[in-house]
């Protein structure tokens, strides 16, 4: 590439999302120091670890900007083959708090369903794309319906049911962005619709015959079951109901200003609150403003991944980045919802500000990618 497309690049980079993200992240490892109390002059253990995550994830980032993504597109069916052969080879990983998630890879523990996440965007925006108009045939709607329960089926079999919920709701907003027409939509939520009715009634009654057969079958685990309880019932679950109390309290004490860095003491009371309840961190030492502040910022960028999906060039890069959005949006929302008792203790990481080697790498591919559609009408690294 010549210095006259090198220049083009460059100026069509999205410095703006990119500025925002690492301010996000230098956010999180305050707070990740804060949460470990580890002193942020100096740097060992998770700190060290975090600032590589974040260091290499760039790096991730600015790969995925400069390659074509419509070269990367092109081997949409391979990456989905890799993504299922991931999921099923972890089974086989060592167990790690009684759960077969990670692969421990020269010392790193690698999550593969966060990185299915990535994959499912890239293949159901180019599936999508070259079906063009039949997208809309029933079949092809059942076919896409199919191949998107085979990941996140995999995904809740490990047990990892906030990540295959966080990868049906990114599918069901690429499909959405589609153009499938409403009355399709509409058809398939008659279907649904009685099954989830049926369900709920089933949960609230005394005998529930399902949800006592789906966990006899392991279809179901128990556990997951008892932390919706729960929220609904906290006298049910006593260590469940104590950390929510503690997050939510964690939240509240900070008030309008927080109560300063290292003053925390509820928030770091909280099991996993370096990723799964860092929002509680930072409530009660930045209190409202600063957890307004993270939200607003995290709100902006997936506008910016917004406004890049309404002005990309094709269907393709439109999909790839309401994907990203909706990754970003839902992760988001899952996370603060359950350190606020709106929604069961899941383990959702908060995008670029929980820690999380796995987490961390995929988002930043993820926005890697939207840049990428933003620029494309440039010339890539990939192109004459």
Known sequence: MNNIGLKRQFRAFDFVLTVMIFVLAVSGIIMLGSATRIDLNGIDGLFKRQIMWIGTGFVLMLA???????????????????????????F??????????????????????????????????????LKGDDVNKISVILLILLLVLVPVGLVYLQ?????????????CAVIFAGKIQYRKIAVILLFIAPLVTYLYV???????????????????????????????????????YRQLEDSKYAIGSGQLRGKGIYNGIHGHSTAESENDFIFAVLGEEFGFIGCASIIILM??????????????????????????????????????????????????TFPFFSYGGSSMWACMIAAGLVVNV?????????ED
């Open 64 to 90: 995925a900007s400069f390659i074509d993504y419509h070269f990367i597109c092109k081997f949409y069916i391979p990456i989905y083959i890799l993504m299922v052969g991931l999921l099923i080879a972890v």
């Open 92 to 129: 086989s990983a060592a167990d790690i708090n009684g759960t077969g998630r990670w692969f421990d890879i020269f010392g790193m523990s690698i999550q593969p369903s966060e990185f299915s996440k990535v994959f499912i965007i890239i293949f159901l925006s180019k599936f999508i794309e």
């Open 159 to 171: 047990p990892a049911l906030s990540a295959s919920g966080v990868i049906l709701v990114i599918s």
């Open 202 to 240: 089933d949960f609230i009654s005394e005998d529930r015959v399902l949800i006592n057969k789906l966990v006899e079958l392991e279809i179901v685990k128990e556990y997951q079951i008892n932390r919706i309880e729960a929220m609904i019932n906290p006298t049910l679950d006593p260590d469940t």
């Open 299 to 348: 709100f902006l960028i997936v506008c910016k991944c917004l406004y890049t999906a309404a002005t990309a060039p094709d269907t393709c890069g439109r999909l790839i980045a309401v994907g990203a959005a909706a990754m970003f949006f839902f992760q988001s929302f899952f996370h603060v919802g359950v350190t606020i008792g709106l929604m069961p203790v899941t383990g959702v």
């Open 374 to 382: 933003g620029m494309s009408k440039n010339k890539s690294l990939f």
